[in-house]
């Protein structure tokens, strides 16, 4: 069983024999002795009210990026599919609104906790808490730093940045004036995926002549940032976007000034409308990351975990504390080039992509 609560604490999905109510208690226990063995029909029913079944709390950012949902969707259906339930809180962007979430979960026994961190450096003590209640965390997508966690589940972010840079570059021929739009400077991917990019660069003539952060990632920030360089008279090559939803305020921006084509525009996530873009000439790229893979991971290692077993990971990553176990998956960078390789079919549909391209 699911549910979504949507930031309310409050709904139990598992009764335990101590959360029973007194009177329930003793009216069962009374129906049991009544009828004279434990053969009772009742006697299922309060077993079904148990549930054996592992208990996943699942603590979400947001739902406003069209990524998150389905995430949310492929990790549940996999749980319950392993017979595992799930119960899924959304914090709406609110650190203290995840912290109290995830404080919740630990109260109620959740057997495992997975996390997609608002903010990277502000669960330690909640993680902690978990941990000394026993309970297994699960860091998915992005990083929790200095944290125990069992497991950090991810991409390699730092390649999706290489990616964009290694692009631009051939692009732009090696050379050009660039400016970068990031996502929220406290996600931990965002360092990960600025790193990769300005690393890509090293040794180009591509210059960075403005870099921004779009808190909590609000796209909008995106629109702003771009007029406003439009606005000294300056046009840049390129425009390094920090997802495909920043990318959207950015091309508008750009097609405002009518420029929307002319300056190369990356992102990541492979959202609907980007890989429009892409296939219209108005996105140059963006990158692909196989979320199936991802949700159907860590729904796998969730439910091994809370069966006491302890996944092997190639890697391990350093989080300011601890190195946490990693498992890093692969993403891919798309183009118009190989839009019906990578995307079509298997995240969207021919139709959607080419909707408003003749042909
Ligand atoms: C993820 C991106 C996502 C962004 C905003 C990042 O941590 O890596 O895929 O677009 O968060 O939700």
């Not at 009374?30 to 709390?57: F, L, P, R």
């Not at 749980?79 to 339930?85: K, N, Y």
């Not at 929220?184 to 960075?208: H, Q, Y």
């Amino acid at each position: 069983m699911s549910e979504e609560i949507d930031g309310r604490p409050g709904i139990v999905m598992r009764k335990k024999w101590k959360e029973l109510p007194l009177i329930l208690l003793l009216l069962i226990l009374t129906a049991v002795s009544v009828m004279g063995c434990g053969q009772a029909a009742g006697e299922n029913d309060v077993e079904e009210e148990e549930s054996d079944a592992v208990q996943i709390g699942f603590s979400m950012d947001s739902f406003l990026i069209e990524r998150w949902q389905r995430d949310r969707d492929i990790f549940v259906s996999k749980a319950q599919e392993l017979g595992a339930e799930v119960n899924v809180q959304n914090a709406n962007g609110e650190v203290s609104k995840q912290i109290s979430q995830i404080e919740y979960f630990i109260e109620k026994e959740m057997d495992v906790i997975v996390i997609v961190a608002i903010d990277g450096e502000t669960l330690t003590e909640v993680v902690e808490k978990a941990k000394k209640a026993g309970i297994k965390v699960i860091a998915y997508d992005r990083l929790i730093l200095n944290a125990d966690v069992d497991i950090y589940i991810s991409f390699d972010n730092e390649k999706v940045g290489t990616l964009m840079g290694e692009y631009l570059r051939k692009a732009l021929g090696d050379e050009g004036t660039i400016i970068c739009i990031n996502g929220s400077p406290v996600d931990n991917n965002v360092t990960f995926v600025s790193g990769g990019f300005e690393k890509a660069l090293e040794g180009s003539d591509i210059r960075i002549d403005r870099v921004g952060y779009a808190d909590n990632w609000l796209a909008e920030v995106g629109f702003d940032f771009v007029s406003s360089y439009l606005a000294e008279e300056k046009v840049p090559d390129a425009v390094m976007c920090g997802n495909d939803d920043i990318a959207t305020q950015v091309v508008k921006a750009l097609s405002e000034n009518r420029l929307a084509g002319q300056v190369y525009v990356t992102g990541q996530d492979a959202d609907l409308v980007a890989c429009q873009r892409i296939v219209e000439g108005t996105q140059y790229m963006t990158v692909y990351k196989p979320l199936e893979l991802l949700a159907q991971s860590a729904a796998e290692i969730a439910v091994a975990m809370a069966e006491g077993e302890v996944p092997e990971t190639g890697a391990t990553i350093y989080n300011g504390s601890y190195d946490v176990p990693f498992e890093k998956l692969e993403p891919v960078a798309v183009t118009k080039e190989n839009m019906d390789e990578v995307i079509i079919g298997k995240y969207h549909q021919k139709s959607d992509v080419y909707l408003n391209v003749q042909g």
